[in-house]
């Protein structure tokens, strides 16, 4: 019984190396730098209505302990925060994004960097679909990444959505 138990576990180590491996070597390029990091996170969110996503690219962006975190006031009037896994997010919000179409684009970034953290505050306008001029939403993302000498990492997208109450400060806006 325990030949049996190592055997599982050996060949589930390698399974898993193989596998990890096999999704660096599609999408190590995708998260060499900031910039392209970034532009993967809002390129593999964005789709027209029907074009499906691609999941496994979404989740090689996150360190495996990452959160995504929506805020704002609930139905009724409290505001707060829900705490995701990128697994949990695709199950709340995958289909909706196909089925409706979305595209948030990047419209002004802050970028603060210590080290091997960076804060990123992204400025983001969202869409139903590509020939859209005004977005039906604005916010800002908090993203805070890690780099580890390999990659980036996502670590944390903590998010807002601009209101009447809380309108995006200028300095957060792009620069025409």
């Excluded at 898993?16 to 070597?25: E, I, K, R």
């Excluded at 060499?32 to 993967?40: C, F, K, P, W, Y």
């Excluded at 690219?57 to 302990?65: G, S």
Aim: no cysteine; net charge neutral.
């Amino acid at each position: 019984m325990k030949k049996v138990a190592i055997l599982a576990i050996t060949f589930f180590a390698i399974s898993m190396t193989v596998n990890a491996q096999s999704t660096d070597a599609k999408y190590l390029s995708k998260v060499q730098t900031l910039d392209s990091t970034i532009e993967t996170l809002y390129g593999v969110i964005s789709g027209e209505k029907g074009q499906a996503r691609d999941w496994e690219l979404f989740k090689y962006l996150f360190h495996p302990d990452a959160k995504l975190i929506p805020s704002g006031k609930n139905q009724a009037g409290v505001i707060g925060a829900t705490f995701l896994t990128p697994e949990a997010y695709i199950s709340r919000a995958g289909k909706m994004l196909v089925d409706t179409g979305f595209f948030e684009k990047e419209s002004h970034r802050t970028a603060d960097t210590f080290g091997n953290i960076t804060q990123v505050f992204s400025t983001y306008n969202s869409y139903n679909n590509e020939s859209m001029d005004t977005p039906f939403a604005r916010g800002i993302n908090s993203i805070q990444l890690l780099n580890d000498g390999k990659r980036w990492w996502i670590i944390n997208i903590y998010w807002m959505q601009e209101s009447e109450e809380s309108p995006i400060p200028e300095k957060y806006l792009p620069k025409n």
